[in-house]
Structures are given as C-alpha cells and as structure tokens.
C-alpha cells in the first residue's frame, strides 16, 4: 500500500496574485511600486478631472480661522476671575494666535478671487485650480476660499505618524493621501503655475526652498510664480541682503520672487503674471505629457 504521503491535501492551497497580497504591498520588496502608485494614480484622477494648471498655497498648519481665534481668547478672559484663571503665558498665545488668524482669512480671500476669475476664463473652469497641502489651517483657508467661489480645489494630504485629516472644503474627488514626501512634492510642483506662501514653520520653509532651487535650477520645466505673503514677517524671518552680499545667491535669484501685503495686491500680481504666462500663448498646457 502506497504511503499517505502520496496522498494531496483535501484542500490544497489557493495561491494570490502578488497585486493582491497587502502583505507583500506593504514589504520593502513593494516599495517600487508604491512609489508608482503615488505618481500614477493621482496623474489619472486629475486627467479625468481636467486639471491642468493649480495656484498651490503654502502655510502653516496651526493658524486658526478668525472667529475661532477670536472666540478661544475671550473664553480665557472670561476666566480670569474665575478659580482657574489663565496663565499670562496662554493669553499671549491667544492674542497671537488672534493676531495671526488674518493671514487664515487673507488666503481664504485670495483662493476665492482666484477661482472667481478662473472661474470666468474661456479656458475652461478647470483651468486654475487652488491647490493646497489638504490640512488645516492655511491649507484650509485656500480650499474654503476655492469652495465659496464655487470652483473644485486639490487637496494634497500626507500619512503623518499624527495623523493629519483632510479639510472639509476640498472637493472630494481631488482629495489625495501620500505615504512619500517627494510624491506629493512632485504633484504640488508639475503642474503648478504659482506658488503662494504665507507664515509658517518648517514644512512651509521646506517647501518653499524646495520651490524656489527647482526654479534657480530650471528644474520646474516650467516658468512658475513664487508669492510670499506677508513682507514684515518673510523680511524678518529671512535676511535676503546677507545671502546676496556673501555671494550665496545672486541679484537674478532676487528675482524668484515677490512679495504681497493684501489679498488684493496678490491677486494683482497673479493676475497680470498668469496671464503673460498663460493667456498669451494661444494654447493649452497640458502638465501630463
């Protein structure tokens, strides 16, 4: 009699397609293609959206919406008769952070006139898209803005060991989630025409020296222009004149960039320069070819 060894399982295996293995996706062996997930799968979602050229705002994460601001500092004066009064620590922070919520409202402001005027171009209503890092903040106060006036915008969020949650005012469709920081970075850059920065911390400095070395470089492929909003606090933060006078940039590199003060003097700006850029070539740049 033959061995029961012989003998096949009841029930043999049943092999998986390796694209189907999560376990496999998720290996260091996948990475490859997980790195051309993030490029391949947001270039298809904003082909068949139409997008073909964003405005990409910039800022910091923290800054609240004014009301908001606003509220949180009176509810810490309201205290201050109270058994638990605020410390003199938490009221600066309150006031500042009041202080700072206008730049919250001015990109709000700037996103909508923004997709209100590319809203009327004969281009199309996809022509200009507000795009943003997809968090809170600045990033929410560009896609509010772009939502009030009625246009789409493109929310570019990031997988964070703290967890970061896409705004409510981007337009679902166009909400991303990135695992690698250089896949969002080239999507924030390839079909961006401009780039709008206000305050923030060492993501938007990230950014933004990311932006403004592609551009140094010729790198972008494209002309784009680079905005910093707020002049008081980018002059204080930065000594532009130190870096020319010791020969680590030229006065050509000064050149990169402008600087805005109102939501009105941007749009100015963006405006006259989009339209040299775009509105005079006769044709359609099409960012995925």
Known sequence: MGSDKTKPPAEPPQPQLAYRSERFLESGDARTLRILAEYLEPQARLRRAGVQNTIVFFGSARILPSDVARQKLRDLESRARTAAPPSAAELKAARTALEMSKYY???????????????????????????????????????????????????LNIKLPTEQQPNPYITPHLSFLFRYFF????????????????????????ELFEFLTLAQTSKLGHQAIIL???????????????????????????????????PQEAFGILKKQLTHLLGLRGAVRRPFE
């Open 105 to 155: 409202e001015a990109a709000r402001e700037l996103a909508r006139l923004v997709t209100q005027w590319s809203l009327s171009l004969k281009n199309g209503s996809h022509f200009l898209v507000v795009c943003s890092g997809g968090g809170p903040g600045i990033m929410e106060a560009a896609n509010r803005g772009a939502h009030e006036a009625g246009g789409i915008s493109i929310g």
């Open 183 to 206: 896949m969002r970075k080239l999507w924030f850059a390839q079909p961006s025409r401009a780039l709008v920065v206000f305050p923030g911390g060492f993501g938007t400095m990230d």
């Open 228 to 262: 910093l909003y707020g002049s008081k606090y980018w002059r204080k933060l930065f000594n532009f004149q130190i870096m020319l006078d010791t020969g680590t940039i030229s006065e050509e590199d000064l050149k990169l960039f402008r600087f805005a003060d109102t």
